[in-house]
Structure formats: structure tokens, C-alpha cells
């Protein structure tokens, strides 16, 4: 067998889908919001986007309102023969082409790509080969690891709807900003502006894909305005949220089945 794959349409939150040490997966959500949490990071997920898991890496999955997956797996020693545009060790958030969305809906409907049958084979290498060129998009927000600069997440978390200063956050925390961004940077690689614009940008997409307003979005995330909120937005991702989440009406969905 050369792929596999899982196809579910849900509710409710699912703690993982069906794993196994010797395959990768593909997580995709042709349609509703799909958060995915590791004990490294947490990554919200497009539906034009699909999250990379590596094998063995233990997951748990939050999805809000009517949520439709579609997974795929390969087989953990199945390379192309050039180098990845990711590194297939980590999780990664990956951009979904549309022929790639068509590969996964379709080998969804089959149930599983055999490697006796020619036409799976072309199948298997067609998602091989669009995999190899899939480009990654920074939607991961990296945990920390030590008790001090869980302590200033902690607070950053509970606070997201103020607008909360950095020094407010590390003076409740008892420490100085030095030691904090050495930590951050350390355990994350992320400095701790970076960290908290990330965690504002993930909490604000994951309501704007539930159908929030971007001017609800960004009051409740403590911004000034709307206009505040979108610069943050578009510096993060490259693209305003309007044109952000209009990406994925333009991928066609000819296959799509429930």
C-alpha cells in the first residue's frame, strides 16, 4: 500500500485521527475551523491549508462547528528524490494547490492508493511530487519550555481581549525583560513581541474563520481599530484577511463529497 487515507465529517472535537509510527499524515479540512496542539506547538489551520504531522507525533485535534477532514498517509521512508521545500521531520502547515486538494479528495473516495495498480502509482507520485514543492506558511506558535516564560504565556493567554503592555505582563511574572526575550528566544525562537503578535494573529483567524467581523476580531484582541488589527495581519501572513481567507474560495472543489 503505497497510501492510505481517513475521511470524517464532525462536530466535535476528535483527540486524533487513526496513527501509526511507519506513516506521516496530511490533515486537511476541506471545510469548518481545525485547531491541531502539540506539546510543542499549536497550529490553526485554513481550509486552503493542510497540516504536515509527522510519524509518532502524538496530537490532538479542536475543530469548531461542522468540520469535514480529509487525511492522507504516507509512508514514513516514501521520498521524492529532490529535497523538500519543508522539513518533513517537523509539523509544518503547508500550502494546499489545487491539484493537490483534488489528489486528496480523490484518494479519500478510493479508501487507499495500492502500489500493484498503475494508476495509484501515478496517483501516489503526483502527491509526492506536489508535497516536494508545497510552500509553508507561519501559522505554528511554538510553546516555551521553562516555568518563568510559561508563567508570561499564561498571562499573555488570559489577556488577549486587553490591551496588556509586555512590561505589565512580565512585572505580574516577576521578571525582567532581558531574561525573558533570552528565554523566548531560546525556547521558541521567537522574540517576545514576535510571540505575542503570533498568538493574537492565531486567536484572531481562528474567530474570523468562524464568521467573526474583522472590526469584532481586532476590539476583542485590545487593538485601537480594525486598521490596527489588518496591518498586524497582513505583516504576518502577506495578505489582508479579506484576501487571505478569499484564497481558498478560488481552489474548485469538483470531487468534493461529504
Given at each position: 500500500m503505497l497510501v492510505r487515507s481517513f475521511g470524517v465529517t464532525f462536530s466535535w472535537n476528535l483527540s486524533a485521527l487513526p496513527n501509526s509510527e511507519a506513516w506521516d499524515q496530511l490533515v486537511y479540512a476541506i471545510r469548518g475551523v481545525l485547531t491541531v496542539k502539540t506539546e510543542a506547538a499549536t497550529w490553526v489551520v485554513p481550509p486552503?491549508?493542510?497540516?504536515?504531522?509527522?510519524?509518532?507525533?502524538?496530537?490532538?485535534?479542536?475543530?469548531?462547528g461542522q468540520t469535514a477532514l480529509r487525511t492522507v498517509y504516507l509512508?514514513?521512508?516514501?521520498?521524492?528524490?529532490?529535497?523538500?521545500?519543508?522539513?518533513?521531520?517537523?509539523?509544518?502547515?503547508v500550502s494546499v494547490s489545487p491539484l493537490l486538494r483534488e489528489l486528496i479528495v480523490?484518494?479519500?473516495?478510493?479508501g487507499a492508493l495500492q502500489a500493484n495498480l498503475a494508476p495509484h502509482r501515478r496517483m501516489a507520485g503526483l502527491i509526492q511530487d506536489e508535497l516536494q514543492s508545497a510552500g509553508t506558511v507561519p501559522l505554528q506558535l511554538?510553546?516555551?519550555?521553562?516555568?518563568?516564560?510559561?508563567?508570561f504565556a499564561g498571562v499573555i493567554d488570559g489577556n488577549?481581549?486587553?490591551?496588556?503592555?509586555?512590561?505589565?505582563?512580565?512585572?505580574?511574572?516577576?521578571?525582567?525583560?532581558?531574561?525573558?526575550?533570552?528565554l523566548f528566544q531560546a525556547e521558541t525562537g521567537m522574540s517576545l513581541g514576535q510571540w505575542v503578535r503570533r498568538r493574537k494573529l492565531l486567536s484572531g483567524l481562528e474567530s474570523l474563520l468562524k464568521g467573526e467581523t474583522t472590526g469584532a476580531v481586532a476590539?476583542?484582541?485590545?487593538?485601537?481599530?480594525?486598521?490596527?488589527?489588518?496591518?498586524?495581519?497582513?505583516k504576518e501572513l502577506g495578505a489582508?484577511?479579506?484576501?487571505?481567507l478569499s484564497e481558498g474560495d478560488k481552489i474548485p472543489s469538483r470531487q468534493l463529497q461529504d
Open positions: 486552503h491549508r493542510a497540516v504536515w504531522i509527522p510519524a509518532g507525533v502524538r496530537y490532538c485535534l479542536q475543530v469548531s509512508r514514513r521512508n516514501a521520498r521524492a528524490g529532490r529535497s523538500p521545500t519543508f522539513d518533513r521531520a517537523r509539523c509544518a502547515v480523490r484518494t479519500v473516495n478510493i511554538p510553546y516555551p519550555k521553562s516555568e518563568r516564560a510559561l508563567n488577549l481581549g486587553e490591551s496588556l503592555d509586555i512590561s505589565c505582563a512580565l512585572t505580574h511574572c516577576g521578571s525582567s525583560r532581558r531574561t525573558m526575550e533570552r476590539f476583542k484582541l485590545g487593538y485601537n481599530g480594525p486598521s490596527a488589527f489588518i496591518a498586524m495581519f497582513k489582508t484577511p479579506g484576501a487571505y
